[in-house]
């Protein structure tokens, strides 16, 4: 089986590699570089929405080719991010993802991302998918 990570050349652009496959769940983690940082030096709330899109996307994506479901393409229909804690260079950002739906045609699944203890932030997002 093909995985979205071994196609998703922007998770290679922007350095957020898929790091361990826990059943079905893609859980990822990276550090925290000068590239990844915004203005204020933390981390870009758009690279932590990347990261949640892969992430989460990937366990879908996974999930239903284990339930006997296999998407040609996942695409997203909504991702909502509560943006909570700064994280800054050198740190390493872990994200673990939950599938919380797997239907016929649209899953939703939730991550959260932190700093060993710290919380950074949480996503969930709805996916539609392709046959």
Do not use: W
Not at 4 to 9: A, G
Not at 43 to 63: I, Q
Not at 70 to 84: E, R
């Amino acid at each position: 089986m093909n995985t979205l990570h071994e196609c998703d050349n922007f998770r290679h652009l922007s350095s957020n590699p898929l790091v361990r496959l826990d059943g079905g769940d893609a859980n990822m983690s990276f550090k925290v570089g000068k590239r990844h940082l915004n203005g204020a030096g933390t981390l870009h709330g758009g690279v932590l929405a990347s990261v949640f899109d892969s992430a989460l996307g990937e366990s879908v994506y996974r999930l239903a080719h284990r339930s006997g479901r296999p998407a040609a393409l996942l695409v997203t229909t909504q991702l909502d991010i509560h943006y909570c804690a700064p994280a800054h260079v050198g740190e390493r950002v872990a994200v673990a993802v939950e599938v919380l739906r797997l239907g016929g045609r649209l899953a939703v699944a939730e991550a959260r991302a932190s700093v060993a203890e710290r919380l950074v932030g949480t996503a969930i997002g709805s996916f539609y998918l392709t046959r």
